[in-house]
């Protein structure tokens, strides 16, 4: 049976069947749980990050590897399975590796594409010869981080940051800030970063200390600082220095309310994770990050949806050209709206978020224009809130300046999404039964939704899901990597 398109029902697909399903099962299921101890070996003691087609696996389960090699399978049309990315991982054992990313999935999909005449060891020895052997750190010493704020998106960042530190090679989180409320303040705050409604939860052990108002979060001290003025805190008294403080308040957001953070003793740099005012930079990972330069002591990491669209702007931009359009967002509630009707400075939002879809603006349009000039005057937007906890989705209309069809979009788009420079930030479902809690955990900035897209010639409409929550963190955590001058090399060189 010929494989089907890419926008087609990833489940009519014809491939080879095994004898006997469940020996097959048990089998790959068998190769992963191996595959676990080696992916851990190499993130905790050599600084090697394992990945299969951008996924990080180290905070993965075996049914969850297992699930990414099928997602691969079906998006990609192509067999990789735990057969082939088990034995490039054991390949990868047997060499003295340094820090580095290295993507098990492209590399076994290379192989089988074109071994260039080598055996496997061979290939994946000459693939990644640039990390065997270089074993210089990507930090002199772990960049201190200080959290100001710890909210929806503090928490979630804590998550990542922990996740990231691996043997503490590259940050260290040191300090929390926030407003103390009750006396039992930092148990509660133990219990939210415990558990979570949307994202389950963590994926770790938290110890409180009250003595030393310290949370022990998978064996990383991380002080909590009670206080309501950022000038007011002497950070170096808690050994913390030249540390990038992240903003997740949205209190301040122009220079003059944000280097409050940079007078205090400890604080070198601060990123704000929403967009800025005021002419300060607001950076998209991946579209404009080589716009960061050492001498940038402030910078914002624009919004969710402005990470979410512009990188498929710029790729779609860049292919066809855009004309004019317009970007709807369908965004899930928020904490600035109200549960029940009361009263708010701004419009609609002040009628309840869990019963109502609310019109209301977002300068999406105008953020776009900041990160992409070649689009200012272009586009408009706007946003519906509806009555859901996270994800959304930007409908992206579209008028080009070059024809294309629906085949041919979707599959410029879903190679964007796995072959191109934008394959971080973009990815690609063929699904036809997506839906929003699909999309919870979503490591992208966008998921494009091919099934619902729409082509008359030049004129399109895409449908790209993102985690709000999720995914902008991942995307803020790219921002801060770059601040802090973390940086490892990416193999395959091919990437």
């Known amino acids: 049976m010929t494989a089907i398109k890419s926008d087609s029902n990833p489940d009519k697909r014809g491939r080879a069947k095994p004898d006997n399903y469940l020996e097959n099962w048990i089998e790959r299921q068998s190769l992963v749980e191996s595959m676990i101890p080696i992916i851990g070996k190499f993130h905790r003691e050599k600084n090697v990050r394992i990945l299969l087609y951008g996924i990080p696996l180290i905070s993965l389960s075996v049914i969850e590897i297992m699930q990414t090699h099928r997602t691969v399978r079906e998006v990609e049309e192509n ?9 490039i991982l054991a390949s990868l054992d047997k060499l003295d590796l340094g820090p580095s990313q290295i993507d098990i999935g492209i590399l076994a999909a290379a192989f089988m594409f074109d071994d260039h005449g080598q055996n496997l060891d061979q290939f994946v020895e000459e693939q990644v010869k640039k990390a065997i052997g270089n074993h210089q750190p990507v930090l002199k010493k772990p960049q201190d981080v200080v959290l100001f704020g710890f909210g929806r998106i503090g928490r979630l960042i804590t998550r990542l940051i922990l996740e990231d530190t691996g043997a503490g090679e590259t940050f260290s989180l040191k300090a929390v800030v926030v407003r103390k409320s009750k006396s ?30 310290t949370l022990i979060m998978n064996g990383n001290p991380v002080k909590f600082i009670y206080s309501n003025d950022p000038e007011e805190i002497d950070y170096s008294k808690f050994e913390i220095k030249d540390a990038i403080l992240i903003d997740n308040t949205g209190v301040a957001r122009d220079e003059k309310g944000l280097s409050k953070h940079l007078k205090s003793k400890g604080i070198s740099k601060v990123l704000l994770t929403a967009p800025t005012k005021g002419g300060l930079k607001n950076i998209v990972y991946g579209v404009n990050h080589k716009d960061i330069s050492d001498k940038d002591l402030i910078l914002g990491a624009a919004s969710c949806t402005t990470n979410a669209i512009v990188p498929l702007l710029k790729a779609v931009s860049e292919e066809y050209g855009i004309d004019n359009g317009h970007v709807e967002t369908v965004h899930s509630y928020t904490n600035d709206q109200n549960l029940i009707d009361n009263y708010h400075d701004k419009a609609r939002r002040g009628r309840s978020a869990a019963l109502n879809m609310v019109l209301t603006e977002t300068g ?14 272009k586009l408009s937007a706007n946003a519906i809130r509806v009555p859901t906890p996270n994800v959304s989705m930007a409908i992206l209309n579209l008028h080009l300046e070059k024809e294309t069809k629906v085949g041919e979009l979707n599959n410029f788009l879903r190679q964007t999404a796995f072959h191109s420079i934008y394959k971080d930030q973009i990815d690609y479902t063929n699904s036809p039964e997506i839906v929003s809690s699909d999309i919870i955990g979503s490591r992208f900035g966008c998921v494009v939704d091919s099934q619902a897209t729409i082509c008359n010639r030049k004129n399109i409409v895409i449908y790209a899901w993102y985690d709000n929550e999720l995914g902008y963190c991942v995307q803020l955590l790219r921002v801060l990597k770059k601040m802090a001058g973390i940086k490892y090399i990416r193999l395959p060189l091919f990437l």
Not at 79 to 87: D, I, N, P
Not at 185 to 213: C, N, Q, W, Y
Request: net charge negative; glycine share 6%.
């Open 79 to 87: 067999e990789l399975s735990e057969y082939e990315s088990s034995m």
């Open 184 to 213: 039992e303040d930092l148990l509660k705050r133990a219990e939210l970063m415990r558990r979570d409604s949307v994202h389950g939860p963590f994926k770790g052990t938290i110890r409180v200390d009250e003595e030393s108002i």
């Open 364 to 377: 999406a349009a105008n953020a776009v224009s900041q990160v992409l000039p070649e689009l200012d005057g």
